[in-house]
């Protein structure tokens, strides 16, 4: 069969396959950008959940830490409402949780806290806190800071004296510098110098030339005047004072070294404490000694016993660690090597006629710097380098004066001086030494000087010393060193 078309008939043509190839082409095109659309929504989806499971635990984190700060001002007020923990240690809980609440009454977080007091002699020198805190609403992400709850004790300077005093240009000091009195500041320092004095009479004993009657609180060439201070509150002496009589009786009860006065005539007797670095500490009675005359920034001229003739060993013994505490009622020589933390006093609490003291006989060091050993020195008068000592000394420790002075006294061989005022030709060579190096604190309660100046020039002592304040025994010092402040204070605030 044949078929006609006519003109007007439009004929169907089939599409080009070219054309079909660009309708593909869109439809891969569509579903590419599809998928690019969806990685990149998924990953800003994804970015979006991680920063917000990110900010919850951050927002966890913050909280966490405040509920533990909360546990230790907590147990702060626990402490302060009962004394006798701070005592003995009578009534400390631990570990104990304490639910902190925001001021609607919801649950914000729980803190527990762990408290150990550290005791010597019986007595709690400090307490040492740990809070765990977490978040109510997040609990996977705790907290922990540790604190050390004591109050501030002397160690936290490198000198406290409780009367005018000069820091001559020979003299480097790192720590706090204080004086209840006015200060000649000439040495190289770099931390605060704070006198309590508004004004003093700085006189030409104090190297102020011409005298300066309405001196500053702190005046002179001293390497760093923007860190003087004056007036500040006193340093009270009274509160740094150390009860002998308590001191003692915890000795003899609490398994502490104690003697009693030794025999003989009072300038020939005394006893003299060689530290071994093994621990332990060897102890003889001095029984003779050879008097020099000597002249201290104190008392004036007078005769200076310190160089031991004779002595008798009494035994070599083990520091106790329980109750570090050594008692003397009478004069000490200390020297050695410590390992541990001891305090030594040298007093007479029976006797108000007698003042021992105490002479830094030899050098003094530590079996290791870490902080883990330390020595407190307190004599009910003075403490003192004595004529007979190394050339460059290097004494480590916190030493107290209590009613006398720290330091050298005033040797003289020279000519220009009375016979009866030199220490003699054997002696000589002892008179003018190089250098004294202290690591840790002086408390002095009288004048100090460890180097004399005669007409402007150095004439005795110790040319050049260096003074160093201990930074670890500020906040581990050694058994009963005296405090500064009766408050209690957080130290060593740091989190795990």
């Known amino acids: 069969m044949k078929y006609k078309i006519s003109k ?7 599409p080009l396959p070219a054309a079909r190839a660009s309708r593909g082409v869109t439809v891969f095109l569509v579903l ?31 909280v966490a830490l405040n509920v533990a ?22 009534g400390l809980v631990t570990p104990y949780t304490y639910a902190v609440n925001d001021p609607e009454g919801s649950s914000v977080g729980d803190a527990e806290v762990s408290a150990s007091a550290n005791t010597q002699c019986g007595a709690v020198q400090w307490v040492d806190l740990t809070s765990r805190g977490v978040a109510s609403a997040n609990p996977g992400f705790p907290r922990t800071l540790s604190a050390r709850y004591m109050q501030p004790s002397v160690a936290e300077y490198s000198y406290i004296v409780n009367t005018n005093v000069w820091a001559g240009p020979d003299r480097t000091i790192r720590g706090l510098y204080h004086s209840n009195g006015g200060v000649r500041m000439d040495a190289t320092h770099n931390s605060d110098v704070t006198s309590a004095a508004a004004t003093w009479n700085c006189t030409s004993s104090y190297n102020c030339n011409p005298a300066q009657p309405n001196a500053s609180g702190v005046v002179g060439g001293g390497s760093n005047p923007a860190l003087w ?5 006193t340093v009270n002496f009274a509160a740094i004072s150390v009860d002998f009589t308590d001191l003692r009786t915890k000795t003899q009860t609490q398994g502490g070294i104690h003697y009693g006065p030794a025999s003989g005539s009072v300038n020939d007797r005394g ?16 029984t003779s000694t050879t008097g020099k005359p000597s002249q201290s920034s104190q008392y004036g001229w007078g005769t200076e016993y310190s160089i031991i003739n004779n002595q008798t060993p009494l035994g070599t013994f083990t520091i106790p660690s329980s109750c570090a505490l050594m008692f003397f009622e009478d004069r000490v020589w200390v020297e050695g090597t410590v390992n541990g933390k001891v305090t030594i006093i040298a007093a007479t609490p029976d006797d108000s006629g007698t003042s021992p003291d105490v002479y830094l006989n030899n050098n003094i060091l530590y079996a290791a710097y870490d902080g883990t050993n330390g020595l407190t020195v307190v004599a009910e008068r003075s403490v003192l380098i004595p004529l007979v000592v190394p050339d460059a000394m ?3 420790g916190i030493f107290i004066a209590q009613s006398g002075h720290y330091g050298r ?9 009375p016979l009866s005022q030199r220490v003699g030709s054997a002696y000589a060579s002892y008179v003018m030494q190089t250098q004294l190096t202290t690591v840790g604190t002086v408390v002095s309660n009288g004048r100090t000087g460890t180097s004399w100046n005669c007409s402007g020039s150095y004439c005795s002592g110790f040319q050049t010393r260096f003074d160093y304040y201990d930074q670890q ?20 605030w740091r989190e795990q």
């Open 271 to 286: 006893y003299h404490l060689v530290f071994n670095p093994s621990g332990t500490v060897t102890i003889y009675r001095v």
């Open 409 to 417: 006294d005033f040797f003289t061989n020279s000519s220009s001086w």
């Open 473 to 492: 025994l500020a906040f581990s010092p050694p058994p009963f060193t005296p405090i500064v402040s009766t408050d209690y204070k957080f130290a060593l």
């Open 394 to 396: 290097e004494i480590h």
């Open 8 to 14: 007007n008939q439009s004929v169907a043509r089939c």
């Open 32 to 62: 590419g950008f599809m998928g690019v659309f969806t990685i990149i929504l998924g990953t800003i989806g994804s970015y979006v959940l991680t920063q917000a499971t990110y900010g919850r635990a951050l927002l966890a984190r913050e």
């Open 229 to 233: 201070t004056y007036p500040v509150p």
């Open 69 to 90: 700060e909360s546990g230790l001002e907590y147990y702060r007020w626990f402490l302060a409402h009962n004394p006798s923990i701070m005592v003995s240690g009578t």
